[in-house]
């Protein structure tokens, strides 16, 4: 999907939304009451939400572009964009400009609006 302010860039996105007793049946790894902590697992709000990506690798959660709509621990949502510059370590998207990063907000904010 094109950007509107960049129109020669585009995002990619998918959001799945489910509820936590959904989620709890397939994914053993999300960390349960009364249970011991095994190695790897974690909390719905450590792990879901908003990521935005690039190369398919999601790189930095942006949960307040949506939280407004609906709890962000409901979804799992990606959205790409290789236009992103990203930080050295790879673990954030703060080197793209601001432009840019208003512009996807922006159509994301859009696409959760209709």
Known sequence: MALTKNPDKTID????IEGEGARREYNNMLRRQKRPRIPG???S??????????????VQRFNPWVSEHSEYTRMHAF???????????RTS???TPAELLRDIEEKVRSIFDN
């Open 13 to 16: 996105f998918l959001f799945a």
């Open 41 to 43: 697992d974690y909390l």
């Open 45 to 58: 709000e450590e792990r879901y939400g908003l990521w935005l990506g690039c190369d398919f690798i999601p």
């Open 79 to 89: 959205v790409n964009c290789d236009h992103l510059e990203l930080t050295a370590n």
């Open 93 to 95: 998207v703060e080197n």
